[in-house]
């Protein structure tokens, strides 16, 4: 009989086979909890670092409306308020009613302009296509403005949702408006099946994006847009202009 069948010298065979399996086995348990672990720890510091923008966008939201209430306050003081102190002035001091007349039009175009700045009229039986064109309208007597409709699907858009974009357009439009120096402003809408794509560009100066998403009004479009599911791509660059790119489902 050879050395090799031997009971011996299986039994040791044997011995070192079962060893070196039970070896391999507890070597692939180990790697398994690590690589788990691993998951667990990245998961849960992705979910930490999500609470803790969810945190900071709440933050935001409660800043911006006191920037809203801010602005509007001023609105009311600087503009409304003004005119009719103005028209009372004129009314006690008997001057003529042509004047009269013309301050009160102005203080109702004032008081209809912040009233449809705080809730856009017939917003349910407004396309959001239509309050995009009444909204970039006025700013054509001051600059270029083109203003492009894609439409390959009948838009269905809900009230909160179109009020939530009409914001969103207000804010790009003006931050472009304020810091920009831009004398072109190029909107395009696309709605098809299931998405819309919005597309807001100037010839503005341009700035550093990762500088302008610390800013509140970024912050301001990303916490609309996250209320959407939606979400968007600003590119800027000096001399260039800047360009969002608003997309969501719908």
């Known amino acids: 009989m050879a050395d090799w069948q031997k009971p011996e010298t299986l039994a040791i065979w ?16 180990l790697f398994t909890r690590i690589y788990i672990k691993r998951i667990l720890t990245e998961q849960s510091e992705k979910n930490r670092l999500k609470l ?4 900071e966008l709440l933050k935001d939201s409660i800043r911006v409306q006191e ?3 801010n602005r509007i306050a001023a609105d009311l003081h600087d503009g409304l308020i003004a005119k009719l102190n103005v028209l009372l002035l ?12 013309k301050l009160l039009r102005e203080s109702i ?6 009233s449809h700045d705080l809730s856009p009229p017939l917003l349910g039986e407004t396309d959001f296509s239509d309050l995009i064109a009444e909204f970039v309208s006025p700013l054509r007597n001051n600059m270029q403005v083109k203003y492009y409709l894609s439409e390959h699907t009948k838009e269905s858009l809900g009230d909160d949702v179109k009020l939530q974009l ?7 439009i003006s931050n472009t408006l304020k ?22 560009a100037d010839n503005g100066k341009g700035f550093q994006v990762e500088e302008k998403h610390k800013g509140l009004g970024q912050k301001n479009i990303e916490m609309r847009l996250q209320l959407l599911k939606g979400n968007y791509r600003v590119k800027s660059s000096e001399a260039k202009g800047t360009s969002y ?4 489902p719908i």
């Open 52 to 55: 803790d923008h969810q945190k």
């Open 245 to 248: 790119l608003i997309y969501l």
């Open 109 to 114: 175009g004032v008081a209809r302009r912040i």
């Open 166 to 172: 009409l914001r969103v357009v207000q804010e790009i």
């Open 90 to 101: 004129t009314i006690h001091s008997n001057e003529s009613t042509d004047k009269s007349t």
């Open 14 to 29: 044997l011995t070192i086979g079962v060893t070196l399996v039970l070896f391999l086995v507890l070597v692939l348990i």
């Open 179 to 200: 810091h920009s120096r831009a004398t072109m402003i190029d909107v395009n809408l696309r709605l098809s099946k299931g998405m819309l794509w919005l597309s807001i």
């Open 67 to 69: 920037r809203e209430r």
